[in-house]
């Protein structure tokens, strides 16, 4: 069932189909997976919830998953944008959080702790340290005032990108500490929908599943 359009203009964001690693809970970074075939469906189905809405602008990770994603619900002409790229997990990249926890004796909170808790390894992440969370919230905060010039002119923007990046962007939007994404879920190929409400941003739909 498709999502009726608001008559406002919305930031909508769409989180990328399954891969494998977000199947089995593995920390997906700078790898480079493609989308499993489940991962294709729900893309498709995410194409059909979002089919009668017309977006003036629509930007995707240039990390294939996300791509991939972004040409299966009808927009194969996104523009390829790096501040949409998924944290660089670094050390972390590759592995569940329970391995993480494991490696530093409690339980690792990704939003609390960050990636550099373990040092840069050559077999996750190519041994780069990762991001800072402050590094993947300023590339969010530039998105959203790209974006918001397009809102402001009166159209839809479609971003879609990844589960801990879109989280963080959320808190960009609504101006509050980035650690706050710790409490905004997003499933596989799930929309969210970005927009105004008395003159201030809110978030009016969140972690809507793709068969909306």
Known sequence: MPLVPSKDPQLVLLRHGETAWSASGQHTGRTDLPLTDAGVEQARTAGHALAGIT???VYASPLERA???AELVGHPDAVADPDLAEWDYGPVDGRTSADVSE??????QIFEDGVRVLSPDPAHGDGRPGELLADVAARARRFVERADTTLQAGGNVLAVA???LLRVLATAWIGVDPRYAARLELGTAAICQLGYGHD???????????HV
């Open 55 to 57: 977006f003036t602008a």
């Open 162 to 164: 990844h589960g801990h």
């Open 103 to 108: 490696a530093i004796g409690h339980e690792f």
């Open 200 to 210: 201030l941003r809110t978030i009016e739909g969140w972690n809507l599943p793709p």
């Open 67 to 69: 791509r991939h994603t």
